[in-house]
């Protein structure tokens, strides 16, 4: 049963791993347009999808024209696909240094923490090019883990792995065996990027864009309990879609869990509200139904 199982994987992951070859024979610039066509052609043909985006977006901005829901979703399709091929391309994204920054009040912050020997916890969410933040610390010879959660296909998750790790380690899952790794590698002094921005089954009822969004506190608890900064940082795509600005907000102040996870997400709501189109409207983060709209 277990090797049906793979083979079908195997089947499965064939031509999602054609298409990734395909966009790794082409130029730089042609392969971030191929895979941000891609991204834009499936979200708009694809009924599931564009009911997703259509839903979410509906909820968060009730008012919004479908015009502009439209273009929105248009948006975040050429973002999410540029963002994902620059990942699986990790190292040539890397070699680019296609970002400016880092800059702001969070990046003093985390070299103070470096220089004192503390660790610290990078807070973000899928907006824009999130892994551009770990590129940009590497570039200054700062190496960043990272906490994910793994692709369901073995052979893609394979890949994915590899091209997530060449950008820092140690990669955590989410699960009590990554807590009890990302607690080693805190105390050690480590750096550790975190997406707070998916649905927790038994999380706080934390506030996310005026809805309740259920919302895993473990890393506001660990940032207490070790006295280490919790920094928003995010890596905003600029209009020429090549470019990255990478920013860091100032350290969350200390407070409780559910205090401190809040204004990571008030942090990340600030950003969306005000690039909507590079925020991945995909996801099921507030776990409603709607019609797909026009």
């Known amino acids: 049963m277990a090797g ?5 994987s195997f089947l499965a992951w064939l031509p999602q791993g054609a298409l990734i070859a395909l966009a790794r024979a082409l130029p730089y610039r042609a392969r971030l347009a191929f895979a941000s066509g891609f991204a834009r052609a499936l979200v708009t043909l694809v009924p599931g999808l564009r009911r997703r985006v259509e839903g979410n977006l509906r909820l968060i901005f009730p008012a919004m024209p479908a015009a502009e829901r439209r273009r929105i979703r248009s948006a975040m399709a ?12 990790r190292r040539a994204f890397q070699a680019r240094h296609a970002w400016t920054g ?24 899928h907006f824009g090019q999130w892994e551009a933040v770990r590129a940009a610390l590497m570039a200054n010879g700062i190496e960043s883990g990272a906490m994910i959660r793994p692709v369901k296909n073995p052979f893609l ?14 990669v955590i899952g989410r699960d009590g065996a990554g807590i009890r790794e990302l607690v080693r590698h805190l105390k050690g002094g480590g750096i550790m990027a975190v997406l707070l921005d998916q649905h927790t089954r038994r999380g706080a009822p934390i506030d996310f864009l005026g809805h309740p969004a259920p919302s895993g506190t473990a890393i506001a608890e660990l940032a207490i309990k070790y006295r280490l900064p919790m920094i928003p940082v995010y890596g905003t795509r600029q209009p020429d879609g090549l470019h990255v600005a990478v920013e860091f907000e100032a350290p969350i102040p200390s407070g409780t869990p559910e205090s401190m996870t809040q204004a990571a997400a008030d942090s990340l709501a600030a950003r969306i509200r005000a690039h909507p ?4 409207w995909l996801h099921r983060r507030w776990k409603k139904r709607f019609d ?3």
């Open 292 to 294: 797909a709209g026009t």
């Open 78 to 89: 050429d973002s999410f696909g540029r963002t994902m091929i620059e990942v699986m391309t």
């Open 277 to 280: 189109g590079q925020y991945l």
């Open 157 to 170: 998750n394979a890949d994915y792995l590899a091209n997530v790790e060449a950008g820092g380690k140690p």
């Open 4 to 8: 049906r199982s793979r083979a079908l």
């Open 102 to 125: 880092p800059t702001g009040p969070g990046w003093d912050a985390l070299r103070a923490a470096r220089a004192e020997g503390r660790g610290a916890l990078l807070v973000s969410g």
